[in-house]
T-cell receptor, first 115, second 115 residues
Framework: EDKVVQSPLSLVVHEGDTVTLNCSYE??????LLWYKQEKKAPTFLFML????IEKKSGRLSSILDKKELFSILNITATQTGDSAVYLC???????????????FGQGTTLQVKP | EAQVTQNPRYLITVTGKKLTVTCSQN?????MSWYRQDPGLGLRQIYY???????DKGDVPEGYKVSRKEKRNFPLILESPSPNQTSLYFC??????????????FGPGTRLTVL
């Protein structure tokens, strides 16, 4: 059975700290891994990763994928209170021709950044 | 403005009373999906659609129906709602294209309570 597991499930840090969120997966025919941020509303897209070892970066956020060890990490440096949210990891399996809209989500990591 | 819209945003109903949650996107996306989000379980895919008249079951399709008669609309139908379908529902869409089909854009969510 395909599954995605995130850790930790929740995390409390102070502003300025650096955090690392983990996502491990077991998926038949992996295609891509995605990270989303959810703040009391709909998830918003952060990154999509398809290749091992290539870091994606956006401001203070960065992410990398290890397809051999089947995991990804999301790093947030110099955290701010506005980073408080649920961070979701999702994996897209490929199937047949590869044309699917299927996504398998992890449980999410709830990050709270205190002033 | 490019967006995914859902209606209603909030709904309280009773067991067995058929309901439909509408979803519409104005981005000409081929792929559309429905998810439910429950505490501790993350986002779980109910149904997805790769194009008009093409739909497939996600991980938790029981008790739900969908249709895709037009590209922009993807309604979710609960023929006979039960209390275990109380949840937060998200519709999402994504474009066709190498890798891009996974970058799903989410609607604002529909909070459904079944008494």
């Amino acid at each position: 059975e395909d599954k995605v597991v995130q850790s930790p499930l929740s995390l409390v840090v102070h502003e300025g700290d650096t955090v690392t969120l983990n996502c491990s997966y077991e998926v038949t025919n992996f295609r891509s891994l995605l990270w989303y941020k959810q703040e009391k509303k709909a998830p918003t897209f952060l990154f999509m990763l398809t290749s091992s070892g290539i870091e994606k970066k956006s401001g203070r956020l960065s992410s990398i994928l290890d397809k051999k060890e089947l995991f990804s990490i999301l790093n947030i440096t110099a955290t701010q209170t506005g980073d408080s949210a649920v961070y979701l990891c999702a994996v897209c399996p490929t199937h047949g021709s590869g044309n699917t809209g299927k996504l398998i989500f992890g449980q999410g990591t709830t990050l709270q950044v205190k002033p | 403005e490019a967006q995914v819209t859902q209606n209603p945003r909030y709904l309280i109903t009773v067991t067995g009373k058929k309901l439909t949650v509408t979803c519409s996107q104005n981005m000409n996306h081929e792929y559309m999906s429905w998810y439910r989000q429950d505490p501790g379980l993350g986002l779980r895919q109910i149904y997805y659609s790769m194009n008009v008249e093409v739909t497939d079951k996600g991980d938790v399709p029981e008790g739900y129906k969908v249709s895709r008669k037009e590209k922009r609309n993807f309604p979710l139908i609960l023929e006979s709602p039960s209390p275990n379908q109380t949840s937060l529902y998200f519709c999402a869409s994504s474009p066709r294209g190498q890798g891009r089909r996974n970058e799903q854009f989410f609607g604002p969510g529909t909070r459904l309570t079944v008494l």
